[in-house]
């Protein structure tokens, strides 16, 4: 659906995954020799997978972000006999939780949690590609509400703001910056020989339930698919953006989520695929779109996004200056996120139940 849930935080912090479960580990075997605050003397709650500070995280809240994240595989039967995988999923997962949870709690002290208004209109963009059916089918393949996806994008809108003020209002590129990134890297800033930015839309005539477009559109015969190319080719000429029209409708798995962008092309590569599509291409002008065609694969149409003529790429170039300052505001954002969740770690109260648990039955085994 396009929603940037809060467990899509596990790829940031996978790296510091093992280090992790270690310390919980070793914990939980050194926990009848050491008297911590939160103590082993007591069991453990049955229902609390981990605390954060005051806060808990139920094994509830913990199976039903499972279930999100891997849909309906959590029913099949060869997922449940590898107990050792799940346990690696959901330890890994509760440790994204946690981390959420630490942010989230620092966005309520900052009075940064987002407003109704705010996570209505977030809401009402993600749900407005579908149709109110599209839109539940959706919702029931994730295994959410509606409250469900309202409770997370508060969440993620909150953290977001948080992110916002404590990191990426405090990133200052400076001039110095960009031209010692262009001098270091000037290689890559030259182009061997012209190239053509292209997107396309392709509809394929073959049953396939694994369609990827937003509107889960699939043609699944001949006629069908040359219909909906000329209809797609018609909504483009007629002004629809058509990066848009790509996410919705493209059969192509690998570029329908990203608009259709098949990225820059040599005009050599264009030769080797088909001499015909490089005459096509080459008559078009950035902005334009090309024919239906058909291929083996089904029919496609192109757009011509811009062209680029071989040589190098000069620091006085917008385009060029708007890259290298994209690259390193990326680079100082992933560093100081880094940097930000180990601070955060460093103050919190977290205990980790489930790692414990998973521990000790181990070693009943």
């Known amino acids: 659906m396009g929603a940037h849930t809060g467990i899509g935080q596990s790829a940031r912090i996978h790296g510091f995954m093992k280090r992790r479960v270690q310390f919980s580990v070793f914990g939980a075997l050194l926990c009848p020799f050491l008297l911590a605050p939160w103590g082993c003397k007591n069991a453990p709650p049955t229902d609390v997978a981990a605390k954060v500070n005051s806060r808990s995280i139920t094994y509830a809240d913990l199976e039903k972000q499972y279930k999100f994240q891997i849909g309906n595989m959590a029913d099949k039967p060869a ?3 590898n107990d050792e995988q799940v346990s690696y999923q959901k330890l890994e997962l509760l440790r994204t939780l946690i981390d959420g949870e630490m942010m989230l709690q620092r966005a309520e002290k900052l009075n940064l949690m987002a407003t109704d208004s705010e996570v209505d209109a977030k809401f009402n963009e ?3 590609p579908y149709t109110q059916e599209e839109f539940q089918k959706q919702m029931q393949a994730r295994n959410m509400t509606v409250e469900d996806l309202k409770t997370q994008l508060r969440k993620d809108l909150s953290i977001q703001k948080l992110f916002n003020k404590e990191i990426t209002s405090k990133i200052n590129i400076v001039e110095k910056e960009v031209t010692d990134f262009y001098n270091t890297n000037k290689g890559n800033f030259h182009l061997p020989e012209p190239q053509v930015h292209l997107a396309q839309i392709l509809v394929t005539p073959r049953p396939d339930p694994n369609v990827k477009n937003l509107k889960g559109d699939k043609a699944t015969n001949d006629e069908q698919a040359r219909k909906k190319i000329l209809l797609l080719e018609a909504r483009a000429r007629g002004g629809e953006d058509f990066a ?3 996410q919705n409708f493209s059969e192509d798995p690998n570029t ?11 005009e050599s590569s264009l030769d080797k695929a088909n001499p015909d599509l490089r005459r096509m291409v080459m008559s078009l002008n950035a902005g334009q779109i090309s024919k239906p065609m058909k291929s083996e694969e089904g029919y496609r149409i192109l757009k011509v996004i811009s062209k680029e003529p071989a040589g190098q790429r000069e620091l006085n170039d917008p385009r060029v200056q708007q890259s290298i300052r994209d690259q390193l505001i990326n680079r100082k954002d992933q560093l100081l996120r880094a940097v930000y969740y180990e601070v955060a770690r460093n103050e919190a109260k977290v205990v980790n139940y489930y790692a414990a648990k998973v521990i000790d039955n181990w070693g009943k085994k």
């Open 79 to 81: 997922e449940k006999t």
């Open 126 to 128: 993600l749900k407005a």
């Open 244 to 246: 848009m029209l790509a």
């Open 256 to 266: 329908a989520a990203n608009g259709g962008d098949l990225g820059f092309i040599g």
